[in-house]
T-cell receptor
């Protein structure tokens, strides 16, 4: 079955630690996205990538980093510089030219202790 | 800057009733307006979408109404069922660019 796989589903980290969230897709989509979801704030775009080896900052990129070395993979690193990292993180993909039709993974819930 | 404003924040509807969620946008260049449905612990999924050249689109029990002059669009869920209980997000995009999401509406359908 085609889809997007995010891991881990739940993650706990101590303050000051970096953590990397995995996102893999087998939909052959060119574009991939990372969103952050907080209660009452909707989905806010962190980073997106339209092609391999290229990515752009979204609305809330500070404290995050990404890479896009393969078409199928778009990992997100939450660095210690992110002041409020506890959140639900969603990865998505879309066909090139159809960014409104996103396919989402099931999310990763990060809790900073 | 919130480019898409969604209301209400939460909604309780009796089974069989009509659920209505509203969104307003500011940017007249937006040309694609999707609605996403999200169940607890899951990622959102595209439910239905509309472009501004039509005023209404219906898919089963779900209907989008679009008012270009008022810069508003809404989702109507007819004959609401407990299985419709979820969070609903409206969104907008322009010219093939990235989506802007509303804040979401938590819908609960009471049986």
């Amino acid at each position: 079955d085609g889809g997007i796989t995010q891991s881990p589903k739940y993650l706990f980290r101590k303050e000051g630690q970096n953590v990397t969230l995995s996102c893999e897709q087998n939909l052959n989509h060119d574009a991939m996205y990372w969103y952050r979801q907080d209660p009452g704030q909707g989905l806010r775009l962190i980073y997106y990538s339209q092609i391999v080896n290229d990515f752009q900052k979204g609305d809330i990129a500070e404290g995050y980093s990404v890479s896009r070395e393969k078409k199928e993979s778009f990992p997100l690193t939450v660095t210690s510089a992110q002041k409020n990292p506890t959140a639900f993180y969603l990865c998505a993909s879309s066909l090139q030219g159809a960014p409104g039709e996103l396919f989402f993974g099931e999310g990763s819930r990060l809790t900073v202790l | 800057q919130q480019q898409v404003k969604q209301s209400p924040q939460s909604l309780i509807v009796q089974k069989g009733g009509i659920s209505i969620i509203n969104c307003a946008y500011e940017n007249t260049a937006f040309d694609y307006f999707p609605w996403y449905q999200q169940f607890p612990g899951k990622g959102p999924a595209l439910l239905i979408a509309i472009r501004p050249d039509v005023s209404e689109k219906k898919e089963g029990r779900f209907t989008i109404s679009f008012n270009k002059s008022a810069k508003q669009f809404s989702l109507h869920i007819m004959d609401s069922q407990p299985g419709d209980s979820a969070t609903y997000f409206c969104a907008a995009s322009k010219g093939g660019n990235k989506l802007v999401f509303g804040a979401g509406t938590i819908l609960r359908v009471k049986s």
